[in-house]
């Protein structure tokens, strides 16, 4: 009786409707799983256009010069696993995002709050599923995103927030930037640019919505 009265103070549902426990118990309510929010990416993604000078033409040699060299590899997939490729592709995301949001200046914790939002599994999702709704993705990087959706899920808790679909698509997503950084810098930069991180905030160059989020949001 006292190990069943424990549980019912750490499980509330397993509480009776005046408060015991017992043989006489009610059936148990389990809560209901709560629907992870939509993401809205365009208002993730907002922030004050900065207008660079000759931006046009230094957007061309942005990606020789902005990110480190990648080590040679010739076939990345016949010498790393996808986990490999993803881990490295975490890391080059995450700096497109900050970079996304390093101009205008603002404070710390704002800062800080927005680049969270987009380097979550949520997020990168949103952007997976975008892209292949149309026919930007050429087909060996839609086999690249096979073969990521593969890894298996080691971090358990974001797994479980975010749901395994969800991190399996941003698993994906980090594999394939990943495997673009040691691959093809330029196709990188116009991928990055195509989900919305680019450095004069125009999204007129976007080519698609970003209609993920609820209707009434957007209204």
Known sequence: MAL??????SW??????????????ASPVRPRRQRPPRIDLRKLLDRVAVVHPDSSSAAQDNAKVWLPSPP??????????AASLAYLGDSIYEVYV???????????????KRV??????????????QLLKGDFLTDEERDV????????????RASRRAGSKAYSSASALETLIGYLYLTDHPRLEELMTKVGFN??????????GFQTADKSSSS
């Not at 069943?4 to 103070?9: E, G, I, L, Y």
């Not at 900050?98 to 800080?112: E, G």
């Not at 995103?145 to 358990?156: A, L």
Request: glycine share 10%; with cysteine.
């Open 72 to 81: 040679p590899v010739e076939k990345p997939r016949a010498v790393h696993n």
């Open 145 to 156: 995103v096979r073969w990521g959706k593969n890894i298996e899920t080691g971090q358990r």
């Open 98 to 112: 900050r970079r996304h949001f390093l101009t205008p200046p603002q404070k710390v914790d704002v800062y800080n």
């Open 12 to 25: 509330p549902w397993l509480a009776t409707p005046g408060g015991g426990g017992g043989d006489d118990a």
């Open 199 to 208: 450095v004069d905030s125009n999204f007129s160059h976007i080519g698609f």
């Open 4 to 9: 069943h009265h424990r549980w019912a103070c």
């Open 116 to 129: 969270m939002d987009l380097v979550c599994c949520e997020a990168q999702d949103a952007m997976l599923q």
